[in-house]
């Protein structure tokens, strides 16, 4: 029934040989490859699958071969073989994930350099973005140090109040029109360009999770293509995702078998649904007097931007005594874009029953960055929607909905919206993180369950859920199998009891 096929090959085990599989689980634990522990294979019924490497004079083999383990029809691991060590009859090896999962073949691509997408370049599209859903918003940006020659100066999609939308001139001067991104549709664009679907995506239930923007300042030339990786920082997608764990509590769960990804969210981690497991045998429970007590502290990237000032005190969070000895310290590699309260007037075009020019004042609430630009900037900040914010200096009657401002903020001012600030009421720290770190994680029981070959379906579903046994329910942690050529040795799990 075990099966672990090399490069196309399938391997022979020795008689009384056992494979064991490690899982653990990213929503509690820092992301890692999925492994087993070194084991032997019998070199010489095997060395055709790795190119005869006892031939004295064959020193530059392969050491990384392709790998699966299977177990009946399923697929425990998918990866590759490393080997360790070669003697006259036997091979050593392990299997991990690395390099042959998502995470090996696409975490350390650079945003700005993979291919996300792109679409034609179209003013039409960009004005639809800010009534639309569209992967991007272009929504304004004041920035006082955009100077660039030939272009409106201090503003990025500087929007017209006359006619209502965005154009690519302004009294004859170009218009630096730049798309910001949806986060949510970034992570999307990520797997889905790499050939893998999203069967489940707890970010669907955050409210408004979509309208949170990735602010990018770019200047985009002359060209009939808008490339949505032009519109990113320069980081790795290993740092977007862990950015996501960091910031939004969120895990991503790949299944190499199908090809599926799951994004699971920490506010999750006392889960509706639970699967009942029969225990074999147990019990051994672990105290970690590190995790006793433990303190956490959340805080952005520190940024030298006058319109960040007045956040300050609320970029950061602090769950206890900051020179407790069990301090977890959570530096993000983002922040905000602040907001000011923008006054400004304009001309309609009408004139009064004097004959005099009627000049309309609006108070609006205008994205605002002050920053020396870095290629690795990494802003967010909340797409408000189109605001009505006019006030009225003449008696005229106006249509005020014609005057409708694109807003953004730290903040969402929309039903149900959330914050991205730490210390607030509608806080990332209250909505994301304070179910976990209000779990006691210093104890860990390790459980023997009775095998059954319908958990190898997904193996994962056991982190995504929480487990019954005895009447206790838990949060699984880890997991571990140990297989026999012709039967499941044992499945062990270390689980949090809650």
């Known amino acids: 029934m075990l099966q672990l096929i090399i490069n196309g090959k399938r391997a022979a085990f020795y008689p009384d040989a056992s494979l064991s599989v490690q899982l653990k689980n990213s929503l509690l634990v820092e992301r890692k490859e999925d492994t087993t522990y070194p084991f032997t294979l ?14 004295i004079n064959n020193n530059d083999f392969q050491r990384h071969y392709p790998a699966t383990v299977m177990f009946g029809p399923y697929r425990i691991l998918i990866g590759e073989v490393v080997i360790t060590d070669i003697s006259a009859t036997e091979i050593e090896l392990y299997i991990s994930t690395d390099n042959r999962s998502f995470w090996g073949k696409y975490g350390s691509r ?11 370049w179209s003013y039409n599209s960009f004005n639809a973005s800010l009534k639309e859903y569209k992967p991007y918003v272009c929504v304004q940006l004041y920035d006082p140090s955009f100077t660039e020659e030939g272009y409106y100066e201090h503003w990025y999609n500087r929007f017209d109040m006359v006619e209502v939308k965005l154009a690519g001139t302004l009294n004859g001067i170009k218009n630096n029109i730049c798309p910001f991104l949806r986060l949510k549709e970034v992570i999307r664009l990520i797997f889905t360009t790499a050939g893998y679907h999203i069967v489940q995506n707890e970010t669907d239930n955050v409210p408004r999770f979509e309208d949170i923007l990735i602010i990018f300042r770019h200047t985009f030339k002359t060209s009939s293509v808008f490339k949505y990786n032009e519109a990113l920082p320069h980081i790795t997608i290993g740092n977007l995702l862990d950015e996501c764990k960091n910031k939004f509590g969120l895990a991503f769960f790949v299944n190499e078998a199908d090809k599926s990804v799951k994004i699971l ?4 981690l006392r889960s509706d649904k639970l699967i009942s497991l029969e225990i074999l045998d147990g019990l051994q429970k672990t105290i970690d007097s590190e995790l006793e007590n433990k303190v956490y502290k959340f805080s952005d990237k520190s940024v030298s931007d006058q319109f960040v000032d007045s956040y300050q005190d609320k970029l950061s969070y602090l769950t206890g005594d900051e020179n407790s000895e069990n301090l977890d310290s959570v530096e993000c590699i983002s922040t905000i874009v602040g907001a000011q309260e923008k006054l400004e007037q304009f001309y309609p075009g009408i004139t009064d029953s004097s004959g005099e020019q009627v000049v309309l004042t ?13 290629n690795t900037e990494f802003r967010l900040a909340y797409y408000n929607g189109l605001v009505n914010r006019i006030q009225y200096t003449s008696g005229l009657g106006i249509d005020i909905d014609k005057y409708l401002v694109p807003e953004a903020a730290p903040s969402s001012i929309r039903s149900g919206g959330g914050c ?3 210390n607030d009421p509608k806080s990332l720290y209250n909505f994301f993180h304070k179910i976990r770190c209000e779990t006691d994680f210093s104890m860990t029981i ?3 369950v009775k095998p059954d070959i319908l958990m190898f379906i997904n193996l994962q579903d ?11 329910r838990f949060i699984v942690k880890e997991q571990e199998i140990e297989l026999f050529p012709d039967r499941i040795s044992s499945h062990k799990i270390t689980v949090i009891p809650i």
């Not at 609006?362 to 920053?371: A, M, P, V």
């Open 265 to 268: 969210s920490s506010i999750h």
């Open 110 to 120: 650079y945003l700005d350099e993979y291919n996300l997408g792109s679409e034609l």
């Open 362 to 374: 609006t108070k609006y609430t205008l994205l605002s960055i002050n920053s020396e630009f870095e």
């Open 446 to 448: 390790d459980l023997e």
């Open 42 to 55: 019998p070199l010489s019924a095997n060395r055709h699958i790795f190119d005869f490497p006892d031939i």
């Open 420 to 422: 991205l600030l730490w």
């Open 462 to 472: 056991m982190f995504f859920y929480n487990v019954v046994c005895r009447n206790q």
